[in-house]
C-alpha cells in the first residue's frame, strides 16, 4: 500500500539555524499537506500542495512539492523557539491521506 | 466556530475492562477519522467515516476496537477488554468532505492509560 516517509525522524538545531524536513511517497500523489503539533498539541493543517513544483511560503517556512508529485520539503529559515514541535506530511494517495511519521524539532535557545 | 471535541480528556482504566472515546465533530462536516498517537510516535490511522458509513476500517488494530458514528455528527471509539498496548492518546478530526484534498481538523485527543 501507499506509504510516505519522512525523514529526519529528529532534529535539534540551535535557534537562528534553519531546519528542513523531507516527505517521501512510494507512489505519486494528487496532493500533500502539512500539519504541525505543538508539544502536548493536536496536529494543525498548515498549508497544502497540489501542483508539480509548487512553491508556497508562510513567512519564515517554505513548502515544496517535486515535479514528480512524489516528494516535498519544508524549510524553515532562521528557526525561533515557537517553531518547537513536530512538523507531519500527509500525502493523498488514490483515496485517503496517509502521514508521515513526523520530524520533531527542538531548538536549543 | 466550534471545534472538533473530545471527551473523556484523560482517561485511565484497568486492563480488561471496557472503554468509550467520544468525538464531536465540527458541525457540516460529513468526513471524520480516528488515529491513535502513542507516545512520541507518529499518527496511525484507525477508521474514517463518510456520513454514517465507515469506508475504511483497514487500521484498526484488533476486533477489540469498534466505532460508530450516529447522524452524520456524534461518534464514539469502542475498545473492549483493553491491554496495556493500547495506551495512547486517540485523536480525532474531521473534514468537509471525505476527499483528502480537504484540510482535517483534529481534536484534542482523548489520553487512554491501560493499567
Known amino acids: 500500500g501507499q506509504q510516505v516517509m519522512q525523514i529526519p525522524q529528529y532534529q535539534h538545531v540551535q535557534e537562528g539555524e534553519d531546519f528542513t524536513t523531507y516527505c517521501n511517497s512510494s507512489?505519486?500523489?494528487?496532493?500533500i499537506q502539512w500539519y504541525k503539533q505543538r508539544p502536548g498539541g493536536h496536529p494543525v493543517f498548515l498549508i497544502q500542495?497540489?501542483?508539480?513544483?509548487e512553491v508556497k511560503k508562510q513567512k519564515r517556512l517554505t513548502f515544496q512539492f517535486g515535479e514528480a508529485k512524489k516528494n516535498s520539503s519544508l524549510h524553515i529559515t532562521a528557526t525561533q523557539t515557537t517553531d518547537v514541535g513536530t512538523y507531519f506530511c500527509a500525502g493523498q494517495g488514490a483515496q485517503k491521506l496517509v502521514f508521515g511519521q513526523g520530524t520533531r524539532l527542538t531548538i536549543n535557545p | 466556530g466550534a471545534g472538533v471535541s473530545q471527551s473523556p480528556s484523560n482517561k485511565v482504566t484497568e486492563k480488561g475492562k471496557d472503554v468509550e472515546l467520544r468525538c464531536d465533530p465540527i458541525?457540516?462536516?460529513?468526513?471524520l477519522y480516528w488515529y491513535r498517537q502513542s507516545l512520541g510516535q507518529g499518527l496511525e490511522f484507525l477508521i474514517y467515516f463518510q456520513g454514517n458509513s465507515a469506508p475504511d476500517k483497514s487500521g484498526l488494530p484488533s476486533d477489540r476496537f469498534s466505532a460508530e458514528r450516529t447522524g452524520g455528527s456524534v461518534s464514539t471509539l469502542t475498545i473492549q477488554r483493553t491491554q496495556q498496548e493500547d495506551s495512547a492518546v486517540y485523536l480525532c478530526?474531521?473534514?468537509?468532505?471525505?476527499?483528502?484534498?480537504?484540510?482535517?481538523?483534529f481534536g484534542p485527543g482523548t489520553r487512554l492509560t491501560v493499567t
Open positions: 458541525s457540516g462536516h460529513t468526513a
Open positions: 500542495l497540489v501542483k508539480s513544483g
Open positions: 507512489t505519486t500523489l494528487s496532493n
Open positions: 478530526a474531521s473534514s468537509l468532505f471525505g476527499q483528502a484534498t480537504y484540510e482535517q481538523y
